[in-house]
């Protein structure tokens, strides 16, 4: 069985035939590789932390640099708004890129003091549409970060979009690798129920079946839970 690389046609399905196929494709992977129990934090702002020291690393190195902040009591709003930037950056030395994350997370906690008096949970209550644009103001939080502090920090129910999720639509014929992130996030979410549990299991079992299955070189489809799906 090839890969199949048909035109795209993810857009032109009814929203009902989109929810149709994406919800199978779901329950497919989440029968054959079982709940992912993504992103264990003890707290919404260390998951908020984890989603800008998540960005171009992996998640271990991120939770050496978790670690680092919890061990100098540094993982809170308030002790990290104190923090100089250079000692910051040398805690979270382990996730790479460490002087620009530093000034991101003095970004986010900048923005979290002015929004809500550092206690991100409060952002929970505001409404997604309103939220989403104001977290992209802070420099350095594109739209996957904010989605993963939305979803993972939040409990909002934005869809998170990544290499992973693009590589696999477009290996399906639905969209095209290139969509704008916005495109394929809406393609996600004007067909499924606003359901954050979902969202949040739909996104990890996608990066479980492109890292074991959908590899970049030489996907594995005889073996993949979505083989069912290709043309
Ligand atoms: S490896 Fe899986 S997800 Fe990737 S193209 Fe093949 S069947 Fe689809």
């Given at each position: 069985m090839g890969v199949a690389r048909a035109r795209p046609v993810g857009l032109h399905f009814a929203p009902m035939n989109r929810e149709a196929l994406l919800t199978s494709m779901y329950q497919s992977m989440l029968a054959s590789l079982g709940e992912s129990r993504w992103w264990p934090a003890e707290s919404p702002f260390e998951m908020a932390v984890g989603a800008i020291l998540t960005q171009n690393t992996n998640w271990k190195n991120v939770e050496r640099a978790i670690d680092n902040l919890k061990t100098a009591r540094a993982l809170t709003p308030e002790a990290m708004a104190t923090l100089p930037s250079d000692e910051l950056a040398a805690l979270i030395q382990p996730s790479g890129y460490f002087r620009v994350k530093a000034q991101r997370l003095k970004g986010l906690v900048t923005f979290l003091d002015q929004e809500c008096d550092g206690d991100i949970s409060l952002l929970a209550e505001r409404d997604l549409d309103e939220l989403r644009p104001m977290l992209l103001t802070?420099?350095?939080?594109?739209p996957e970060t904010a989605d993963s502090i939305l979803l993972y920090a939040l409990g909002q129910p934005s869809f998170v979009v990544d290499a992973y999720t693009r590589r696999i639509l477009s290996r399906h014929g639905l969209l095209p690798e290139d969509t704008h992130y916005d495109e394929v996030r809406d393609f996600f979410m004007d067909a499924l129920d606003p359901d954050p549990a979902m969202f949040n299991e739909y996104h990890a079992l996608l990066v479980r079946v492109a890292k074991d299955f959908c590899l970049k070189k030489a996907p594995q489809c005889e073996a993949c839970p979505l083989r069912e799906y290709l043309d």
């Open positions: 802070i420099k350095g939080i594109g």
